[in-house]
């Protein structure tokens, strides 16, 4: 299994919803094994390694 989901751009949100919906288990297996390795982030770690990114840091 892929350790990364690769989402693709979308037309609309409605799209959007379809494809996240079917690819729902996919999702919680990569998530699922992600907490079991400890892989997962938060949302503020996210973000301060966005903003690091556009920053050029």
């Known amino acids: 299994m892929s350790d990364r989901i690769v989402v693709p751009k979308f037309e609309s949100e409605s799209d959007e919803a379809d494809w996240w919906f079917e690819h729902r288990q ?27 990114n556009r920053k050029g840091v």
């Open 26 to 52: 996919e999702h919680g297996a990569v998530m699922a094994e992600a907490m079991q390795h400890g892989t997962t982030s938060t949302m503020a770690k996210l973000l301060e390694q966005v903003l690091r």
